[in-house]
C-alpha cells in the first residue's frame, strides 16, 4: 500500500504548490536510478514520483485531502450516500448509472506529467516513466590552447576529445578567449539508437612573447635606444599582420604610449578594431661606452635636471 504522499515528500499539509515542486525536484534527483547509490533508489524514486502524481495536481491533491482518493490515486468508497448521488440521474429514465467523484477522481488536470520536471533535472525524459523515444548521446567537451595570432586571423588546431576522437576544428577569425566551438553529432553515440551528442571546444589563447591583450586592444612594449628617444626616429615595430614603421617624436621619455589604429584585434561580434598600444622602453646599450659615460656626466655637472618633480620629493 502506498505511503501517505505527503510524508513521502517530507511536507506538511500546508505545502505551498513551489514547496511541493521544490520537494519533487530534490528527491528526484536524489534517488534517480542512474545516479543515486542508494541500495533501494529504484523503489524510492517510483514512491516520489507517484507522491508527485497526487501532490503535484491541484484536483488530485484536493481530492486527495477530501478522502476521495487514495495515496495511489485510487478512488475510495463513499458509502450509500455517494452511491445515491452517482445514481440520481440514472432513476426512472434507464441511463447508465455513473459514481460521481468529480473531475479529480478520473484524471486531474489535463497534460499533467511529473517528466515535464525529471526532462529538466536530467535532460530529455531520461529516467522518467514515460521516456518518448531514443535518447540523445552526451555532449563531451575539450580546452583548446591557440596562439594569439591564430586567434586573430584564424586558422585551424586538432584536438583530442574525450570520447577517443581526434577533430580538426577550424578557428574563426576574431575569436576571444573562452569562445565555444560546437561539432554537431561528435560527441557521444545515443545508448539505444538516438542521435550523438555534440563536441564543444573551448578556445584558450597562449601568452604571446610580446603581446598582451586587453579588450580588442593589444599592448606591445617596444625597447629603444637613447638616441631614437632623444632626437626621434622611424622605427620598425611588430603587429600581428606583419611589421610597420613607427615614428617617435624627438624627446619621448620611456613609458610613452604610442597608438596604432586598427592594429589590434579585428573588428567582429566583440566589437569595432582594437588598436595596438606601443610602449617605449629607452634602452641603455647593453656593453659599457666610455664616450656616453663622459658626456651623462657632463650633463649631471652642468645641466642637472629632477624628472620627479616636488610629488616625489614631498
Request: positive net charge.
Amino acid at each position: 500500500m502506498a505511503r501517505d504522499p505527503y510524508l513521502v515528500l517530507g511536507l506538511s499539509k500546508g505545502a505551498s504548490e513551489a514547496e511541493i515542486k521544490k520537494a519533487f525536484r530534490r528527491l528526484a534527483k536524489k534517488f534517480h536510478p542512474d545516479q543515486s547509490k542508494e541500495p533501494r533508489a529504484k523503489d524510492q524514486f517510483a514512491e516520489v514520483n507517484q507522491a508527485y502524481e497526487i501532490l503535484g495536481d491541484a484536483k488530485k491533491r484536493a481530492a486527495f485531502d477530501r478522502g476521495e482518493i487514495d495515496a495511489e490515486g485510487k478512488q475510495r468508497f463513499q458509502g450509500f450516500e455517494g452511491f445515491q448521488q452517482g445514481a440520481r440521474a440514472g432513476a426512472g429514465g434507464g441511463r447508465r448509472f455513473e459514481y460521481e467523484f468529480g473531475d479529480a477522481a478520473r484524471g486531474g488536470q489535463a497534460g499533467f506529467d511529473p517528466s515535464d520536471i525529471l526532462s529538466e533535472l536530467f535532460g530529455g525524459a531520461r529516467g522518467g516513466r514515460r521516456s518518448r523515444g531514443p535518447h540523445r548521446g552526451e555532449d563531451v567537451v575539450a580546452v583548446a590552447t591557440i596562439p594569439l595570432k591564430e586567434a586573430v586571423l584564424g586558422g585551424s588546431v586538432r584536438v583530442s576529445m574525450p570520447n577517443g576522437k581526434t577533430l580538426d576544428v577550424t578557428i574563426p577569425a576574431g575569436s576571444d578567449d573562452g569562445r565555444q566551438i560546437r561539432l554537431r553529432g561528435q560527441g557521444q553515440a545515443s545508448p539505444d539508437g538516438g542521435e550523438a551528442g555534440d563536441a564543444i571546444v573551448s578556445l584558450k589563447i597562449a601568452p604571446h612573447p610580446h603581446f598582451r591583450v586587453e579588450g580588442r586592444d593589444l599592448r606591445l612594449d617596444l625597447p629603444v635606444t637613447l638616441y631614437e628617444a632623444a632626437l626621434g626616429a622611424k622605427v620598425r615595430a611588430p603587429t600581428l599582420s606583419g611589421e610597420v614603421e613607427l615614428g617617435i617624436p624627438p624627446g619621448s621619455n620611456s613609458g610613452r604610449v604610442l597608438r596604432l589604429r586598427g592594429k589590434g584585434l579585428p573588428a567582429g561580434a566583440g566589437g569595432p578594431a582594437g588598436d595596438l598600444l606601443v610602449t617605449l622602453r629607452a634602452m641603455l646599450p647593453e656593453a659599457a661606452d666610455p664616450a656616453l659615460e663622459t658626456l651623462l656626466k657632463k650633463m649631471r655637472a652642468d645641466a642637472p635636471y629632477d624628472p620627479r618633480g616636488k610629488a616625489f620629493n614631498e
